[in-house]
């Protein structure tokens, strides 16, 4: 028996999700699954995973994958993002745009929806990298001329975004929608924790576990301001438009560097790993709540969807 128990605190899944509107989405190694509440019952969309790396097996390499599984996510987050929300009831039906109108007759739906979701993904990376990347090293060189040293500048850069990337999360707190939102994100990882524990998956089981976890996105943008101020100290503070254009440069640096260090994380319960997971894990208390037992329902459905026929197939 004792065996038994230190092989389930061993295994970690693969397997990762998104808090979607009033649903959650579970990707695993062979599929993906949404699962979204409604008034009606649970609504489900079960895909085949189809990887870029099993076309181009160089992007599967490492410090490759971190900035291809980046993008990646974000186009799938916003597909599932936008099926959540044709679920929800619209008090008012929208008249589409002449725009829409125009690509739906001219290339078809299919052609409208890959243009929201490339146009949705340029505008979240666009903001992402303008409010957390930018605005610090523009705001930071208000006091360039007053320090000398380029190491100092570079923490004070650091710390204005960690600042700004805090103060973004906080006022999101005050959202009643994200707070539903982040509810289901705390169930999520809940249903993950006690598939990885070997536990039944049920309502009393989940309940049970922590809602914080060490292979969160939260804990990723995270790792990724920490990551940048040791990155971007290796550039000088000679000029504002060169330091942009330097950031701009060695951002899919960090962006790959932080997916091996989360990848690192998730994968192994060290003290290594523990202190690297311990600051995003502060964090998630900002960005998940306890959930409902509806909300642990959809998660423990969604990751049901997601779970391979053999167990090894969902283990690092």
Same mark, same amino acid.
């Given at each position: 028996?004792?065996?038994?128990?230190?092989?389930?605190?061993?295994?970690?899944?693969?397997?990762?999700?998104? /808090?979607?509107? #009033?649903?959650?989405?579970?990707?695993?190694?062979?599929?993906?699954?949404?699962?979204?509440? !409604?008034?009606?019952?649970?609504?489900?969309?079960?895909?085949?995973?189809?990887l870029l790396k099993d076309k181009?097996?160089?992007?599967?390499?490492?410090?490759?994958?971190?900035?291809?599984?980046?993008?990646?996510?974000?186009? !799938?987050?916003?597909?599932?993002?936008?099926?959540?929300? #044709?679920?929800?009831?619209?008090?008012?039906?929208?008249?589409?745009?002449?725009?829409?109108?125009?690509?739906?007759? +001219?290339?078809?739906?299919?052609?409208?929806?890959?243009?929201?979701? @490339?146009?949705?993904?340029?505008?979240?990376?666009?903001?992402?990298?303008?409010?957390?990347?930018?605005?610090?090293?523009?705001? %930071?060189?208000?006091?360039?001329?007053?320090?000398?040293?380029?190491?100092?500048?570079?923490?004070?850069?650091?710390?204005?975004?960690?600042?700004?990337?805090?103060?973004?999360?906080?006022? %999101?707190?005050?959202?009643?929608?994200?707070?539903?939102?982040? /509810?289901?994100?705390?169930?999520?990882?809940?249903?993950?924790?006690?598939?990885?524990?070997?536990?039944?998956?049920?309502?009393?089981?989940?309940?049970?576990?922590?809602?914080?976890?060490?292979r969160c996105g939260t804990s990723?943008?995270?790792?990724?301001?920490?990551?940048?101020?040791?990155?971007?100290?290796? @550039?000088?503070?000679?000029?504002?438009?060169?330091?942009?254009?330097?950031?701009?440069?060695?951002?899919?640096?960090?962006?790959?560097?932080?997916?091996?260090?989360?990848?690192?994380?998730? +994968?192994?319960?060290?003290?290594? !790993?523990?202190?690297?997971? %311990?600051?995003?894990?502060?964090?998630?208390?900002?960005?998940?709540?306890?959930?409902?037992?509806?909300?642990?329902?959809?998660?423990?459905?969604?990751?049901?969807?997601?779970i391979p026929e053999n167990d090894?197939?969902?283990?690092?």
């Amino acid at each position: 028996m004792a065996e038994n128990s230190e092989n389930k605190e061993q295994f970690r899944t693969s397997i990762g999700g998104q /808090a979607l509107i #009033e649903g959650i989405m579970m990707r695993g190694p062979k599929k993906q699954a949404i699962v979204i509440n !409604t008034k009606e019952g649970f609504v489900t969309k079960v895909e085949d995973n189809k990887l870029l790396k099993d076309k181009y097996p160089i992007v599967g390499f490492v410090f490759i994958r971190g900035a291809v599984n980046f993008i990646s996510s974000m186009i !799938t987050g916003t597909r599932a993002l936008m099926f959540s929300a #044709e679920q929800m009831p619209e008090e008012t039906e929208e008249e589409p745009s002449k725009f829409e109108r125009w690509v739906e007759k +001219r290339f078809g739906s299919a052609a409208l929806e890959k243009v929201i979701v @490339t146009f949705s993904v340029i505008v979240g990376v666009a903001f992402s990298v303008g409010l957390f990347m930018l605005l610090p090293t523009f705001l %930071a060189g208000f006091v360039s001329r007053f320090v000398e040293s380029t190491i100092l500048m570079n923490l004070i850069e650091g710390a204005l975004r960690i600042v700004i990337f805090l103060l973004y999360m906080w006022l %999101a707190t005050k959202l009643n929608e994200i707070k539903r939102v982040w /509810a289901y994100h705390g169930a999520e990882h809940k249903a993950i924790y006690c598939y990885e524990q070997g536990l039944p998956l049920t309502v009393e089981n989940v309940r049970k576990q922590s809602k914080l976890h060490p292979r969160c996105g939260t804990s990723f943008l995270f790792i990724v301001m920490l990551v940048s101020i040791l990155v971007f100290s290796f @550039t000088s503070w000679e000029n504002l438009w060169i330091r942009i254009g330097l950031r701009l440069l060695l951002l899919p640096v960090v962006v790959a560097l932080s997916y091996e260090i989360i990848k690192l994380a998730g +994968r192994h319960d060290n003290l290594l !790993t523990r202190i690297i997971s %311990a600051p995003g894990k502060a964090l998630q208390r900002l960005t998940t709540k306890e959930p409902d037992d509806e909300m642990i329902e959809v998660a423990i459905e969604a990751i049901k969807l997601v779970i391979p026929e053999n167990d090894s197939e969902a283990e690092w």
